[in-house]
């Protein structure tokens, strides 16, 4: 009786423990041992999806990272493969004194010194992806640099589950944003993010975040999941393993040039001629607008500074488009698809919309997105702009006035 006693305990027991785990006490515990980690060999799996896109990316990486404090860039040395589809388009190796690209198509490797190139360097950061939970200085994205949580944020314990056959908490970390944005075009309306944190170590081993962001009348998605698959932590790494001479020798070593940025088309010059196809299926040349002032966006899909001008640049045509005035946009990264139609559509974009080679955006000195001309009756330039700017429109609105005295 008093066995049978015991195993009723253990069985009506065991839901509780299990599902009123204190998620915040189980965070706090993964942060601790995160801190812990000062090197390591991981292979990890990644899939993201950015915003305006429907194709989800993959990619497998192998990475040697090792932390270094007195590093101001990345904080660590590293040397890292990143695989598409099974093949290796390159390495990159990172210490204290220089970046390493490596490009196996024609066996060269570009090596930046950060002596010279320390702010080339630094604005590249964000191009490298790492499992940072472990790599980085604060346990980014689970925590804050002393490991204290949001109190905005709702943290919920969903369970334990086998995530890379390790038993793991499952934590769920949701947030609701009622603050309306509008100066970008853009409101993130709410982030869910996932955590497998494995019970023996209070590692995470697999992470996912979406965030849900409104754009005009327009709610996408964009999300990034990433999980480790083999792993050791605070072993034995040389340093000689983050220098150049690791890699193979039949790499070649060119000199880094930057890219220089081009100044636009100056006012007073005469807008090159195109004749592009549209998404309606039309050819549109710049030398039949003689007569009309043109507006040209130079814009991509992805791009979200661009898709914050749309609406801006939808106003201004509806504004002067019976004043001999028109709005071109000029797309030199997308093709024509039903997903990039459907875009526009849902953009509720109604002026014409080409399509273009780099070829024009070289003509133009296009050098990042959105880049704007605003061209005269005659065809000659009287203003440029790059990027966007929530006062955008009452700018480029005074200009088109000015255009057409």
Not at 12 to 25: E, F, G, K, M
Request: glycine residues 4%.
């Amino acid at each position: 009786m008093t066995f049978l006693r015991y195993i009723l305990f253990v069985i009506l027991s065991w839901p509780v423990y299990t599902y009123c785990q204190d998620p915040y006490a189980i965070i706090k515990s993964s942060f601790d041992s995160c801190q812990t980690v000062s090197n390591g060999y991981y292979e990890m799996k990644t899939k993201m999806k950015f915003m305006t896109e429907i194709d989800t990316l993959r990619y497998y990486y192998k990475c040697y990272f090792k932390k270094d404090s007195a590093d101001t860039i990345f904080g660590m040395c590293f040397h890292y493969k990143k695989y598409i589809n099974n093949n290796l388009p390159g390495e990159v190796i990172y210490s204290r004194d220089a970046l390493v690209n490596t490009f196996p198509n024609d066996s060269s490797a570009i090596v930046r010194s950060t002596s010279m190139w320390a702010n080339d360097i630094r604005m590249t950061k964000y191009n490298h992806i790492f499992y940072e939970p472990l790599t980085s200085k604060t346990s980014y994205p689970f925590f804050s640099e002393s490991g204290k949580i949001d109190t905005a944020i709702q943290i919920q314990f969903i369970g334990e589950e086998n995530a890379n056959s390790v038993l793991c908490y499952h934590i769920s970390v949701k947030t609701n944003y009622n603050i309306n944005n509008s100066n970008n075009g853009f409101q993130v309306l709410r982030t869910k993010s996932d955590y497998w944190i494995g019970k023996k170590d209070m590692r995470p081993v697999h992470y996912s975040m979406q965030s849900d962001i409104k754009t005009d009348a327009d709610t996408l998605i964009q999300y990034f999941d990433c999980q480790i698959l083999k792993y050791q932590f605070n072993i034995q790494i040389s340093d000689s393993i983050f220098q150049f001479n690791s890699l193979p020798s039949f790499y070649k070593v060119k000199t880094y040039e930057p890219v220089e940025v081009q100044p636009l088309l100056t006012n007073g010059t005469v807008a090159p001629n195109w004749r592009l196809p549209s998404s309606t299926g039309d050819t549109l040349a710049l030398e039949n607008l003689h007569g009309k002032i043109v507006l040209i966006d130079f814009f991509y899909k992805s791009c979200q500074p661009c898709i914050s001008l749309m609406p801006h640049l939808v106003s201004l045509f509806n504004k002067y488009r019976s004043k001999d005035f028109i709005v071109v946009g000029i797309d030199p990264i997308d093709k024509d698809t039903k997903v990039f139609r459907e875009f526009i559509k849902r953009k509720d974009v109604n002026y014409p919309i080409l399509f273009a080679t780099n070829d024009i955006a070289r003509l133009y000195k296009v050098s990042s997105y959105p880049t704007t001309y605003l061209l005269n009756k005659e065809g000659i330039i009287v203003f440029s702009i790059t990027g966007y700017h929530y006062s955008i429109e009452s700018i480029i609105d005074e200009m088109i006035l000015k255009a057409d005295n």
